[in-house]
């Protein structure tokens, strides 16, 4: 069975750092891309960060470059998002995602490329 989990969400001040992780499994990275989302309250979900393994691409919404940090391990058939400086319109539920990214896409960030969701961790930034 495909499935992917995240962890690692909580709670942190403004300025302050969080590493999210998804951990895949019944399939290996290599043939798949890897998407970070978030939704907040009354809020569209919308694509943080993205990663295709089979092509080598990665992807950041304009309001985490420089901030945030996608990465995969494959030893440990996860992948990560680094979170810095992180700011209070950063509060959200996290979602990580996943595509066989070797059929091809059109928009490697877009949730319509993705064919299966974990369940979300909260990312709450506040003083």
């Known amino acids: 069975q495909l499935q992917v989990a995240e962890s690692g969400g909580g709670l942190v001040q403004p300025g302050g750092s969080l590493r999210l992780s998804c951990a895949a499994s019944g399939f290996i990275l290599d043939d798949y891309a890897i998407g970070w989302f978030r939704q907040a309250p009354g809020k569209e979900r919308e694509g943080v960060s993205c990663i295709s393994f089979s092509d080598v691409n990665t992807n950041y919404a304009d309001s985490v470059k420089g901030r945030f940090t996608i990465f995969g391990d494959k030893s440990k058939n996860s992948v990560y998002l680094q979170m810095n400086s992180l700011k209070p319109e950063d509060s959200a539920v996290y979602y990580c995602?996943?595509?066989?990214?070797?059929?091809?896409?059109?928009?490697?960030?877009?949730?319509?490329?993705?064919?299966?969701w974990g369940q979300g961790t909260q990312v709450t930034v506040s003083s």
């Open positions: 995602a996943a595509f066989k990214a070797t059929r091809g896409y059109m928009n490697l960030c877009s949730p319509l490329e993705y064919d299966f």
